[in-house]
């Protein structure tokens, strides 16, 4: 696990395992939201989105989180692993209500926290099962079938999955 792209839902627990990964492997982490808004929520041309991305998946060793299904084939190319959190859409929608609860809304870059409910963004989370995952899965089969594909349904997964990793790496004494 040298170049770990993390996927999924908004409100799925991305950014929450990033960190936590990142800390246990001493790897570095991107969060895609921070890419690719500044301050003022203005995004980046897809092209320049896209570019970082080309550098940042260059390095031996990344964590990077974010779905952004349209630049997804990069991470994907250069990943050796996936972790696709694959949660329920109430699930998401209360992660997305912890993290107005905790942030207060706005930006925190360096949780990787871009903290903006829209209509819109729940809309897209309550079909992120019946659409984007569909879409997710196939650009994973078609630009990532040399990967280690780590599907999480559950936060307790994904809780699993941390402690499993945390385990592994743990320092002999």
């Not at 246990?24 to 980046?44: F, K, Q, V």
């Not at 819109?120 to 630009?143: D, K, S």
Request: hydrophobic share 40%; aromatic share 8%; net charge positive.
């Amino acid at each position: 696990m040298d170049r770990i792209a993390i996927i999924g839902c908004g409100g799925s627990g991305k950014s929450t395992v990033a960190r936590q990964l990142a800390r246990i492997l001493n790897a570095p982490l991107t969060h895609l939201d921070a890419t690719y808004y500044d301050e003022h929520w203005n995004p980046l041309p897809q092209d320049e989105f896209a570019a970082r991305q080309e550098k940042l998946v260059a390095g031996e060793r990344w964590i990077i989180e974010g779905n952004y299904a349209g630049t997804l084939p990069i991470r994907l190319a250069a990943a050796d692993t996936v972790i696709f959190l694959d949660l329920p859409a109430r699930t998401c929608l209360w992660g997305i209500a912890q993290r107005r609860w905790r942030y207060r809304g706005g930006q925190h870059h360096q949780d990787g926290v871009y903290d903006r409910i829209t209509w819109n963004f729940v809309r897209y989370i309550l079909g992120y099962r019946r659409t984007m995952r569909p879409r997710v899965q196939n650009l994973v089969r078609e630009h990532g079938p040399h990967v280690r594909l780590i599907t999480l349904t559950s936060r307790r997964q994904a809780a699993e999955l941390v402690k499993r990793v945390r385990d592994e790496h743990q320092p002999v004494t």
